[in-house]
T-cell receptor, first 110, second 111 residues
Framework: AQSVTQLGSHVSVSEGALVLLRCNYS??????LFWYVQYPNQGLQLLLK??????LVKGINGFEAEFKKSETSFHLTKPSAHMSDAAEYFCAVHTGKLIFGQGTTLQVKP | NAGVTQTPKFQVLKTGQSMTLQCAQD?????MSWYRQDPGMGLRLIHYSVGAGITDQGEVPNGYNVSRSTTEDFPLRLLSAAPSQTSVYFC??????????FGQGTRLTVV
């Protein structure tokens, strides 16, 4: 069965620190993988996606993620957090259907 | 090119009433889906469709019906609204190797 698990519902980092948001998936077929960000009272915005090809994917706002098939993971990273990165982040996987993880709220402390 | 058009934006229903949330896309996407978003629970898949005439249940289908008579339209019907269906609803469409495009969302309150 297809599933997505985001480890940690809340992550807090200091401004300038590394951001690491974890996502693991299960799928019986090669998945398409996505990260979205949602700011308060807004819709979802695509950060980055993996479909085929290079397993290290770069997205908007300095974020990147690496598809690791052996670990069934697609963790999101950013070298240096900004205050404006505070938001909720969703990992999603698409095989026959598109499903989302439960989300991780990123807090950035000054 | 309007993308995904979802209506209404806000709705208040009384328990037991029925209603239809409309979703239309003009990108010729095969895949469309409906989600509900509740605090701490992410986006949960209600129903999805991989093409006209084809629908399937998602994670939380009870109390909702869908149909896909055309590629463009994918309405979501609440048969008999319950307070547990108070939520924010999103419609999405995508091709297989693209990201999902979302409607603006519907904030539904059932009293």
């Amino acid at each position: 069965a297809q599933s997505v698990t985001q480890l940690g519902s809340h992550v807090s980092v200091s401004e300038g620190a590394l951001v690491l948001l974890r996502c693991n998936y299960s799928s019986s077929v090669p998945p398409y993988l996505f990260w979205y960000v949602q700011y308060p009272n807004q819709g979802l915005q695509l950060l980055l996606k993996y479909t085929t090809g290079a397993t290290l994917v770069k997205g908007i706002n300095g974020f990147e993620a690496e598809f690791k098939k052996s670990e069934t993971s697609f963790h999101l990273t950013k070298p240096s957090a900004h205050m404006s990165d505070a938001a909720e982040y969703f990992c999603a996987v698409h095989t026959g259907k598109l499903i989302f993880g439960q989300g991780t709220t990123l807090q950035v402390k000054p | 090119n309007a993308g995904v058009t979802q209506t209404p934006k806000f709705q208040v229903l009384k328990t037991g009433q029925s209603m239809t949330l409309q979703c239309a896309q003009d990108m010729n996407h095969e895949y469309m889906s409906w989600y509900r978003q509740d605090p701490g629970m992410g986006l949960r898949l209600i129903h999805y469709s991989v093409g006209a005439g084809i629908t399937d249940q998602g994670e939380v289908p009870n109390g909702y019906n869908v149909s896909r008579s055309t590629t463009e339209d994918f309405p979501l019907r609440l048969l008999s609204a319950a307070p547990s269906q108070t939520s924010v609803y999103f419609c999405a469409s995508k091709s297989w190797d693209t990201e999902a495009f979302f409607g603006q969302g519907t904030r539904l309150t059932v009293v």
